[in-house]
Each structure stands twice: as structure tokens, then as C-alpha cells.
């Protein structure tokens, strides 16, 4: 196998890279691109490498700047590591300039965690990329809803964050109905994207609590490690069920609790994401009356999850990402 002409090349950005990444290149599938770059000459080198994959340490401030660079210059997809030198909040700053998706990185990383990065880097370089979307808030004003309030779900995996936010901020504060939300997202990582997405949307986020009584104008993400459940009169509880189909949050077990305990006053949203999770539960909250939107391949980092919602016939409406909040706004007033 000649690997300079098969594999898929990957540039590292960060300095500390140079000591911390062995492993990575064991294989044939994965080759460097060049040596470990400093943040500063990122952009050059993705124009002069053109890699297929880029790996962002974020030891620094500084890494961010070098990601917003290369995707308003050079889209390629970027995946983020977090060492914990910034805060959570400030590590998902990275989604918002343009990376696929954030990884914690240990002080001292080994085989098995360069391993696991692999596989992610070799997904992420089929991954089409574009400039970060900038999302415009639209002047909308929503009726008054009485109780029981509407209920929007979304389901979301690969590129979620990004899409997250951009639905997110295009929601008015006195939006009237809540919002729950399954992200496929490391473990540890859900309270740093319920901040960075509070920073991002004037509505309120949360990570999900057990007992939890929902109210319209929050925003409830569902926990590492278990299933966000909807409950009757607008609870939600967590259940530490065994992962459902490979997943602990499962989408499914959201969109189809939604779906049983607000029939047709939910509103439910699948966006980009690899495999399956999610077509289900989408399908049954329009078979019980429920309006359902599925995000559009052109704008889905992966369009995997939204294409198995469409082939099910689980979609309501298949929209670009921009047009999505635009659409719940409209919906609600009625629903």
C-alpha cells in the first residue's frame, strides 16, 4: 500500500503535539501532513499541505484564532483537542469558529486515546465542510400559548454543536415552548456545551436534571452517560437504562417520549449526525400528530441521521439549517 497516495493526511496545529502524539500514524490509514505547525502558521500551511483532516491543540487562546483563520480562508475539517487549559465554555468557542467537534485530551495521552481519534479523524475527512454559518436573528414576535406549552425536541450528533447554536440564537427570548436536546457528545463535555450554548441563544440552557419540571424559554440538554425522558405535565427524568441501539443519550428515547407525553404539540428536529439514532423517535411524533423538520444535506456536516428520517418518511419538512428556527417560530404560535 502506498501510503502518501492513500491515506488520509492530517496536519497538527499546537506545538505541544510534537511530544504527545505518538501513536497516532501507527497505521496506513492516517499520515502526517507535514511536520506540527504553531497556531500562528496554520492557514499557510493548510494552503500550502491541503490536508484532509487538521488537529488543533487548545493549549491557548490562540488556537482558536488559528481555527477562525483557516475556515473564513481554507475550509478543511477541524477537530479540536481540549486539554483543559481553557474553560469548557471557552473550548466550545472552537465549534463556533468553525470545528466539527471537541475532544478532552489527557495531560499524557496514550494508545488507546490516539486510536480512538483516529477513527474519529478518518470519519471527519469525508466530512464537507464550509465558512461557519452566520446565523441572523429574525424579527418575529410569537403568540402567547396557554398551557399545556408546546414542546421542541432535537436530536442531534457529528457537527451538532455548530447546528445547535445556530438554531438556538435565532430563537427569541420569550420563546413559548421548551426545548430539549440529545447531543452525541464525549463524555464530561454536556456541561461545557450547556454554557457555551447559553452564551450563544438568549434563552436559557441547562444540563437536564432528574425531576425536572420543564418551562417554555429553557433549554434542557440531556446528560453524558443517561436517557433524557420526557413525562407527562412537563417533567423530565433520567434513566440510566442500558444504551439503546450503541447510545446513552439516545435520541430516540427523547424524540419518542416527547412524542408520548406531548402528542401533538411537539415540534420535532433532527439535524446533521452520522447513523440512525433519532429517525424513529421523529417518526413517531408525526405519526401522533407532532410537525417535524429534518436539516437538508447541503448544509449537514453529516447528513446521516436526517437522510434515515427522510427515507422513513419521518420529516414534515426538510430545511436548510438558517430556515429551521424561522420554521419553530412559525409552528409554535399554532401547535
Known amino acids: 500500500m502506498d501510503v502518501g497516495a492513500s491515506a488520509y493526511r492530517v496536519l497538527l496545529v499546537g506545538d505541544v503535539l510534537k511530544s504527545v502524539s505518538r501513536g497516532l500514524f501507527d497505521g496506513v490509514v492516517l499520515a502526517p501532513a507535514g511536520n506540527v505547525c504553531a497556531f500562528s502558521e496554520a492557514l ?56 466539527v467537534e471537541v475532544v478532552d485530551r489527557p ?11 483516529g477513527r474519529k479523524l478518518m470519519l471527519l475527512a469525508e466530512v464537507r465542510v464550509t465558512r461557519p454559518v452566520q446565523a441572523q436573528k429574525p424579527n418575529v414576535r410569537p403568540g402567547a400559548i396557554e398551557a399545556p406549552f408546546p414542546l421542541v ?5 457529528l457537527g451538532g454543536p455548530k447546528a445547535l447554536s ?4 435565532m430563537l427569541p427570548k420569550s420563546f413559548p415552548a421548551p426545548v430539549c436536546i440529545c447531543q452525541h457528545i464525549s463524555n464530561g463535555f454536556t456541561e461545557g456545551l450547556a454554557q ?3 452564551s450563544e441563544t438568549p434563552l436559557r440552557v441547562v444540563e437536564a436534571s432528574d425531576g425536572e419540571e420543564m418551562a417554555p424559554g429553557n433549554v434542557y440538554i440531556a446528560r453524558s452517560g443517561t436517557h433524557l425522558v420526557v413525562r407527562p405535565k412537563g417533567r423530565l427524568s433520567l434513566d440510566p437504562s ?6 446513552r443519550p439516545s435520541c430516540d428515547v427523547l424524540l419518542t417520549s416527547a412524542a408520548e407525553s406531548f402528542g401533538t404539540r411537539t415540534l420535532g428536529v433532527i439535524l446533521t449526525g452520522m447513523g440512525r439514532d433519532g429517525a424513529r423517535g421523529l417518526k413517531e411524533i408525526r405519526e401522533r400528530g407532532g410537525r417535524t423538520i429534518a436539516q ?25 439549517l438558517d430556515q429551521i428556527a424561522r420554521t419553530l417560530i412559525q409552528w409554535v404560535e399554532t401547535c
Not at 69 to 80: D, F, I, Q
Not at 166 to 169: A, M, Q
Not at 242 to 247: D, K, N, T
Not at 296 to 316: H, I
Open 44 to 99: 499557510e500551511t493548510v494552503q500550502r499541505l491541503h490536508p484532509d483532516v487538521v488537529v488543533v491543540d487548545l493549549s491557548g487562546p490562540e488556537a482558536l484564532q488559528a481555527i477562525a483563520r483557516v475556515m473564513a480562508e481554507r475550509p478543511v475539517p477541524v477537530l479540536a483537542l481540549h486539554p483543559g487549559v481553557l474553560s469548557g465554555a471557552e473550548a466550545f468557542q472552537a465549534l463556533a469558529v468553525g470545528a
Open 166 to 169: 445556530v438554531v438556538l440564537k
Open 196 to 198: 457555551w450554548l447559553g
Open 242 to 247: 442500558p444504551p439503546v441501539r450503541g447510545f
Open 107 to 117: 495531560t499524557e495521552p496514550g494508545i488507546d486515546f490516539w486510536h480512538t481519534v
Open 153 to 157: 425536541a432535537i436530536a442531534s450528533s
Open 296 to 320: 437538508d444535506k447541503a448544509s449537514c456536516a453529516v447528513y446521516g441521521m436526517p437522510k434515515e428520517a427522510v427515507r422513513l418518511g419521518a420529516a414534515e419538512e426538510v430545511l436548510p
